[in-house]
């Protein structure tokens, strides 16, 4: 009887594991949402070659601004990413920007920061 329960609990485990197994696809890769482009700026075509070739501190110029690239690292949705210092104006003031590549289009837009430095973070609360 031992035998006999033993036997057919091992069938039972094995027939589970025998049959086919689901698998569910979706017609829209989450990836590709989560990188659409339209809520950011697109940064001029002229510049993308340079953002996926050019080694960190190379400087380069965006909208008449001067850019030095960051290093390059890839997002929470898979996107390659790289951190840009900004020359906002002639005062020499640097603001540090990121930029991502779209898979799909091979373009590069600005992407909207996440963490805000402490001190504009401030002056938001106190206006």
């Known amino acids: 009887m031992k035998y006999l329960t033993v036997?057919?609990?091992?069938?039972?485990?094995?027939?589970?594991?025998?049959?086919?197994?689901?698998?569910?696809?979706?017609?829209?890769?989450?990836?590709?949402?989560?990188q659409g482009v339209s809520a950011y700026k697109t940064l001029p075509s002229v510049n993308w070659v340079q953002l996926d070739n050019a080694d960190i501190g190379?400087?380069?110029?965006?909208?008449?601004?001067?850019v030095l690239l960051g290093k390059k690292y890839f997002s929470a949705s898979g996107a390659i990413c790289r951190q840009l210092n900004w020359m906002a104006d002639e005062s020499g003031?640097?603001?540090?920007?990121?930029?991502?590549?779209?898979?799909?289009?091979k373009?590069?837009?600005?992407?909207?920061?996440?963490?805000?430095?402490?001190?504009?973070?401030?002056?938001?609360v106190n206006k």
């Not at 373009?107 to 938001?124: C, G, N, S």
């Open 7 to 34: 036997f057919s609990l091992l069938c039972l485990i094995l027939s589970g594991c025998a049959g086919n197994v689901h698998t569910q696809t979706t017609q829209n890769n989450v990836l590709d949402k989560a």
């Open 58 to 66: 190379t400087s380069m110029v965006i909208d008449n601004s001067h």
């Open 93 to 105: 003031s640097i603001q540090n920007k990121t930029v991502c590549k779209n898979n799909k289009e």
């Open 107 to 124: 373009q590069w837009y600005l992407v909207k920061p996440i963490v805000v430095p402490h001190e504009e973070f401030y002056e938001l």
